[in-house]
């Protein structure tokens, strides 16, 4: 199966709009590619002057992470779990560029999430989902440091 690709903005073709039967196509194919020991598929779907909107479905937890650069928006799509934000996360390391990763967040505060929940995580911020049950999907954009009217 084969992911669709983005839908671009365009001056011919206005803003990228996706319909909620179209995120629900992608949700249902990304969930059939799960295999037992995929953690996390990343599908973007809207693309517009270099800022990505993408769904993630989370299998399985990922190590906490910080976005040095980005702040996060994301909406909950479907299914449950849990974001433990803020406080100081351990042991990090960058695994991409703009990306740490480490081993745990000390301190933060933990939130219930639940599909139509919506977050902003501030770039720099500490990170961590948790999910229930078969997976926890969000459509996310980060937004660049330099976007941010201070």
Known sequence: ?????????????????????????????????????????????????????????????????????????VTVMQGSGWMLSGGTMTQSRETHPGLLEGAEIQGGTKRELKAGDVFLVPAGMPHYFGIYGDGLVLLGIKIPHSARKD
């Not at 990343?42 to 909107?53: F, I, K, N, R, S």
Request: charge should be negative; hydrophobic fraction near 45%; charged fraction near 20%.
């Open 1 to 73: 199966m084969a992911a669709a690709q983005p839908v671009q903005a365009s001056a011919e073709h206005g803003a990228a709009l996706t319909s909620a039967s179209e995120l629900n196509s992608a949700i249902a194919t990304m969930k059939a590619r799960l295999k037992p020991d995929t953690d996390l598929l990343w599908q973007p779907v809207l693309m517009a002057d270099g800022t990505t909107a993408a769904l993630e479905y989370w299998h399985r937890p990922r190590p906490p992470a910080v976005h040095v650069a980005e702040a996060e928006y």
